[in-house]
């Protein structure tokens, strides 16, 4: 008889969260019973780290999911993580991590990182959820770009992450 997963990890610096995010991750609770969203700590992200704290990505990643109402599935749990996260799916009971693809380019990033941890950890089965196709072209980066330049970014983001990002720009000009 086949072993479910009944727990998977959906992993990601949210940073900041997007609907795209928002997407993925309900989608992955509507294929399992348990959905432990993962926010890494990523100091060093891209060699200058993020722009949110890990404390601000995880409120607002809580706060977005259920303004979005996602969090009303039940089985959705927000948690900060540093280190590996083979070990934190171990950790959680995981047997499972889901990534959103929106290009090839994100594939073949994340068929590497999967591989690494099929190496790691070959009781942790891999999902790709590919992204809803109105989500394709968002990113945080992208997010984060316009919002600097003042652009309105409600269309990618959850309203709570909206504000959060125009009173941070705000502050820097």
Known sequence: ????????????????????????????????????VAVAESRTKRGVGTTFTLEERVDMLRQALEDEGVSELGGIVVLPFTGLLVDFCRQQGAGGVVKGLRAMTDFEYELQ???????????????????????????????????????????????????????????ER
Not at 7 to 32: E, K, M, Q, Y
Not at 113 to 141: K, T
């Open 1 to 36: 008889m086949p072993n479910h997963i009944q727990h998977v990890v959906v992993p990601g610096t949210f940073d900041p969260v997007t609907l795209g995010h928002v997407d993925v991750i309900n989608r992955a609770r509507h294929l399992f019973p348990r959905v432990t």
């Open 113 to 171: 990182q999967a591989d690494l941890n099929a190496h790691m950890a070959p009781d942790i089965e891999s999902v790709f959820v590919m992204s809803s196709p109105g989500f394709g072209y968002v990113s945080s980066s992208v997010v984060r770009e316009l919002a600097s330049l003042g652009s309105d970014v409600r269309s990618m983001v959850p309203e709570c992450v909206a504000e959060r990002l125009r009173i941070h720009y705000a502050d």
